[in-house]
């Protein structure tokens, strides 16, 4: 999660200069989405630890 909040900063400033716009929008995407799924794969866990503390 900290390397995409990473690369998202690094894209928003990678837009400025001309000639690595496409390559910046690409990795900001890719960033943005490796943030959202890591995210969901921290809350999935945080669930099934709270629902192993309800069976034991």
Do not use: D
């Amino acid at each position: 999660m900290i390397l995409g909040i990473i690369g998202i900063v690094l894209g928003i400033q990678g837009k400025k200069i001309p000639e690595q716009a496409g390559y910046a929008k690409a990795g900001l995407i890719c960033s943005v989405v490796g943030t959202v799924l890591s995210l969901l794969f921290y809350m999935a866990c945080i669930a099934c630890v709270g629902c192993l503390a309800l069976v034991v």
